[in-house]
């Protein structure tokens, strides 16, 4: 019973981190046209800066040193989270401000690829994002003070001041409410007239520059939101899995999301929710259905990537609008909105 | 001074990189898109040459002609199924990429499920194998060479002036130059554009395959090569401008000795680089070609850099 409990858990937690990344995809592409084939950067922002400040920067509280940190970090992590869970108040405070941070350090870098993303045609954007996304890994797995290279490093929880089921409650449980924040938020975002403006700047870039409006700046800040959401989902993995390794950060995250975007449908938010749905339930049933499958001589996860990959071509080839079409804004009269 | 391995070295690096390049422009300029599915070619090159090898006993550098064939119909197959109906459609660059990425992870996904089965049947490992030990050695100048630098260098030159004879000497190359050129006015003069387009895909294929036998040669082999070549693939074909096939095999070449020469110098003393960031060194000229010169060698105007350069 326990069991399909933490299952239920573990599957909402994960699927907390994924609607916000299809989420923020939807913003950037959906509704502003930006093809971002590089999410997993700024995903790898949050969750780097994450692994590499939380344990540092509570050591020295924690009295824990930090001498010889790149082997020892994973020592150095369960230390401070004994001492993380004596103090409730503070680890709250360390989680808020980490997540702040890790939003912070996303949009920064949304800001930076900014620059390539307003002036490039999407053929030279989608190569440019995939390569900065590898050079971050590269960085990552070379460069020990950052996350301890290739061994990775342990997150310390600030979860710990629970007991046993009730942890897994209260984290999946305020990882589900963040992400129905961002929903909330980015929903809020796209019947706003800004919103407006980004379907206008997406669907004809001409007119919308020709009534005054101005596209660069438009397209800038929807990158940064996105990638500020990114870089959130990637703080909230973090101290998730409790561990961050460079090769977490590999290119086909972002060819997840972009197959839950299109599953459920370019242009909304609720498309983006089923999108992930799916696309999450599929994967579980096929990580359990492989303890039940024997004598297969290879990984059946390569299957399930087959599955994704003819899915999707599928689905561009004979619904391109995903299950759930964009629908065209709600217009009101103008007697009508003079009523209300 | 730099040692002759180093360059030999680079001078091998550099042939796959540009047989590599040659094929992604051939794709590029037929649908304007970038094939994200390029790279695991080379793959599938390297896992039939590994196979004719285990299961036949065939020689590598026999499996050529083989490899041309399988990845030129991989290729041809995935143009036919993929972007072909996709492109008749009007599916836009975004959708055709999006196309290409998942066509990318049937295939690897694909070429891992092949090596699993390959390998319970064999018993042995089926990734990060090399060919080197099967390689020949080939005196010259009092030197050892290996026979995979001449092999390579002789194919790129052959394939180059092959292409060259092809694209301006034949019919079907004008035809193709002119249909790659115009495509709707070169089918209203009875042109047939999709004989054209499907050749080009199963040329880049094909010599995406040839990369793929000498390529274990060089390094140690998996399905994953396929991804790490793609990256430095867009650098040489940006580098050579995208859209011009001489560009492309220049493009290569300077890629190739960028990272060999330039890791070699920065993990010297005075800087002392880890070697591991050498994938890096092809991402950063990526970014580098795209700041400065974002149309490619082929566009840079010659006579204005030199005299920006006497000013």
């Known amino acids: ?48 800066v994450v692994g590499a400040v939380t344990a540092r920067m509570l050591a020295p509280l924690a009295g824990v040193s930090l001498a010889d940190y790149k082997l020892r970090n994973v020592v150095v992590s369960s230390q401070v989270t004994s001492f993380l869970s004596s103090n409730p108040l503070l680890s709250m405070g360390v989680l808020f401000s980490m997540l702040v941070l890790g939003a912070l350090v996303g949009a920064i870098l949304g800001w930076i690829a900014s620059y390539p993303a307003i002036r490039l045609r999407e053929d030279y954007l ?36 629970l007991r046993g089921i009730t942890l897994d409650v209260f984290r999946t449980g305020f990882m589900f409410g963040v992400a129905m924040l961002v929903w909330y938020l980015a929903e809020r975002l796209a019947h706003s007239p800004f919103g407006r403006l980004l379907r206008a700047v997406r669907d004809n870039e001409l007119a919308a520059e020709a009534l005054g409006k101005d596209v660069v700046k438009v397209r800038a800040i929807a990158l940064v939101v996105g990638s500020g959401m990114a870089g959130l989902a990637g703080a909230l993995y973090a101290f998730y899995t409790g561990v961050v390794h460079p090769n977490d950060c590999v290119p086909i995250r972002t060819f997840v999301v972009w197959v839950m975007v299109i599953i459920g449908g370019a242009g909304n938010n609720t498309g983006a929710a089923l999108g992930s749905l799916i696309y999450l339930g599929v994967e579980k049933i096929i990580a359990i259905a492989k303890y039940y499958v024997h004598g297969i001589p290879f990984e059946i996860n390569y299957v399930s990537y087959i599955a994704l990959g003819i899915a999707l071509i599928l689905l561009l080839m004979f619904k391109p609008e995903g299950l759930v079409p964009e629908r065209p804004p709600q217009i009101r009269s103008r007697s009508e909105a003079g009523e209300s | 001074m730099l040692p002759v391995e180093v360059i ?42 590994f196979s004719l090898h285990k299961l036949c006993g065939i020689h590598p550098y026999l499996a050529i002609p083989v490899a041309f064939l399988v990845c030129g119909a991989i290729s041809l197959a995935s143009y036919l199924l993929v972007y072909r109906p996709l492109w008749r459609r009007g599916a836009g660059i975004v959708t055709l990429m999006i196309a290409s990425i998942a066509v990318e992870i049937v295939l690897r996904s694909g070429l891992h499920i092949y090596a699993d089965v390959l390998s319970s049947h064999l018993k042995t490992f089926t990734r990060g194998f090399s060919f080197a030990w099967l390689d020949w050695s080939v005196e010259m100048y009092g030197r050892t060479l290996t026979f995979v630098v001449i092999a390579s260098t002789c194919t790129l030159m052959a394939v180059t002036i092959s292409l060259y004879l092809f694209l301006s000497k034949t019919r079907f190359g004008t035809a193709m130059r002119a249909a790659i050129e115009n495509p709707s006015l070169a089918s209203s003069l009875g042109i047939n554009v999709d004989l054209v387009y499907a050749v080009s895909w199963f040329l880049a294929g094909a010599l995406a395959g040839v990369a793929g036998v000498f390529l274990p040669f060089r390094m140690p082999s998996d399905p994953e090569v396929g991804w790490e070549m793609l990256l430095r693939t867009f650098t040489a074909s940006i580098l050579g401008g995208l859209e011009s096939l001489m560009g492309a095999i220049l493009g290569g070449l300077l890629t190739g000795f960028a990272e060999v020469l330039g890791i070699y110098v920065l993990s010297k003393p005075p800087v002392s680089l880890s070697t591991a960031y050498r994938p890096a060194i092809s991402c950063a000229l990526f970014i580098m070609v795209l700041l400065v010169a974002p149309g490619g060698i082929t566009s840079l105007d010659w006579r204005r850099v030199l005299r920006w350069r006497r000013k």
């Open chain 1, 1 to 48: 019973m326990i069991d399909i409990l933490r299952l239920l858990l573990d599957f909402v937690a994960l699927y907390s981190i994924y609607l916000i990344l299809s989420v923020s995809l939807n913003l950037e592409y959906g509704y502003t046209g930006i093809p971002n084939f590089g999410k997993v950067l700024f995903f790898a922002g949050g969750a780097f």
């Open chain 1, 126 to 161: 989608g190569m440019t994002l995939v390569v900065a996304g590898e050079i971050m890994r590269r960085i990552a797995l070379n460069y020990d003070p950052l996350i301890c290279g290739t061994l990775g490093v342990a997150v310390p929880s600030p979860y710990s001041f």
């Open chain 2, 8 to 49: 030999i070295d680079a001078i091998t690096f550099s042939n796959l990189l540009a047989l590599l390049a040659l094929g992604l422009t051939l794709t590029y300029l037929t649908l304007k898109v970038p094939n994200f599915a390029h790279g695991d070619l080379v793959a599938a090159g390297v896992y039939v040459a």
